[in-house]
């Protein structure tokens, strides 16, 4: 959706729109012109949680990470004093805790209609290769929209190809993004295509910088304007003292300087970092105004249950809309939920072992959990445990099928606790 998004500010900044250029444009960016007109009344369930995604990754914030998985996400509206179920999202994983479909759903007539299912295949290296997005109609899937990924030697993403389902029952190429590395891990570019006439045409560029610590403080969006470049907009990042995103600000290109658009303001709980509320401004009449406000809810897991935005209207805030998500724990993980009086790791079994171990261990209060397993050499071979767990006695599986025989040792660290142990793997 963000990738659309951007689409669509190149499309109203550069090509004139009008109201039957879907019936008149080439098929892919008639596609596009159709999704940005119906940008503003969309429902952005397919994109669950996006924003919290954004929050959580430049920073030390914890969640309840790998462990827990998003089952469920019901969106509602504020009608007539009440929440009022609109659509919902449910998805579904394999043994391994990989997302493997998503199926948007709307309310009508006291029931849920399916309308839209994305489906996810991964390769052999446990990577997404093809995500599928099919549409409901006639109680049947119909192909819709298909993203296939190619990934350097580091494991990320160096292009995403969108295609579209034709008409006369084909893929065409639609979409083409190709990301830029620096040491193959840090993207420093982004540049977006569309299929025009048989051949790529220039969309937009993104351009990352970031500071000492790595950490990503402004993308600069260009389009591409005839034969060449044009700035179009900037996003500022800015950070607290704990290295979590404390505020976003969006400019656009106005004559020639940088105009104030919007700015997002964060605040955090002060001892995990998750995120508590958004506030959303605008700009206007040479001063921010309060636009959205969007409060998060957690569980004792700090899974984060329900995100309130509610919009402000001569001074007083009032609801709009919410998604209240749920969870089931992964696979990977046994909760016994049996307290102990101290936070500590315990031996894994079977040890020696080959090639599966059962590695358990304490939590007395809610904390931030990792676990991870390291070689000889202090080389990280694997991460188990990331997040954010409640009271309970834990066991989690390491499967070291594609390890070699040797000493490996495996790390715990809840809140500022910190202890490791040593097991053997023998072939």
Request: hydrophobic fraction near 35%.
């Amino acid at each position: 959706m963000k990738k659309m998004f951007l689409l669509c500010l190149w499309i109203l900044a550069v090509i004139p729109v009008r109201a039957g250029a879907p019936h008149t444009a080439p098929a892919a960016l008639g596609r596009i012109v159709q999704v940005c007109q119906s940008l503003p009344h969309a429902n952005l369930i397919a994109e669950p949680k996006l924003a919290q995604f954004l929050l959580r990754s430049p920073g030390t914030a914890c969640t309840g990470g790998n462990n827990w998985l998003l089952v469920g996400d019901l969106y509602q509206l504020w009608v007539n004093g009440v929440w009022k179920d609109s659509t919902r999202g449910v998805f579904s994983y394999d043994k391994s805790g990989r997302e493997i479909q998503f199926r948007s759903q709307i309310r009508r007539n006291n029931d849920w209609w399916d309308t839209q299912m994305v489906t996810t295949s991964y390769d052999t290296s446990g990577r997404e290769s093809v995500r599928l997005q099919q549409l409901r109609s006639n109680d049947a899937w119909i192909n819709d929209l298909r993203d296939r990924y190619t990934y350097n030697a580091a494991g990320m993403v160096t292009e995403d190809l969108g295609e579209s389902w034709s008409e006369g029952g084909g893929w065409e190429n639609s979409i083409k993004t190709t990301n830029t590395y620096f040491a193959g891990k840090t993207i420093t570019q982004s540049l977006m295509q569309i299929w025009l006439f048989g051949t790529w045409i220039n969309a937009l560029l993104i351009t990352m910088t970031y500071d000492d610590n790595q950490r990503l403080v402004e993308e600069e969006l260009d389009g591409w304007i005839f034969t060449g470049w044009g700035r179009i907009a900037r996003f500022a990042y800015s950070y607290d003292a704990n290295g979590d995103l404390s505020g976003l600000l969006t400019q656009i290109l106005d004559n020639g300087a940088w105009a104030n658009s919007s700015m997002s303001w964060y605040t955090r709980d002060a001892a995990t970092g998750n995120v508590l509320s958004e506030l959303f401004q605008t700009w206007y009449d040479d001063a921010w105004h309060d636009s959205l406000n969007t409060a998060y809810a957690y569980d004792q897991a700090w899974n984060d249950t329900s995100a309130t935005t509610q919009y402000a209207r001569n001074g007083v805030w009032l609801n709009l809309d919410r998604h209240v998500y749920s969870y089931s724990l992964g696979t990977g993980v046994t909760d016994t939920r049996t307290v102990s009086r101290e936070i500590h790791l315990q031996q894994n079994f079977p040890n020696p072992f080959n090639p599966t171990t059962n590695v358990p261990f304490v939590v007395t209060q809610t904390s931030c959990v990792t676990l991870k397993v390291f070689d000889l050499r202090g080389r990280e071979v694997e991460t188990l445990v990331n997040g954010v767990l409640p009271p309970g006695t834990y066991t989690i599986r390491w499967n070291a099928a594609d390890r070699p025989s040797g000493t490996y040792y495996y790390q715990y660290k809840a809140g500022r606790y910190s202890e490791v142990r040593k097991m053997e793997l023998l072939k």
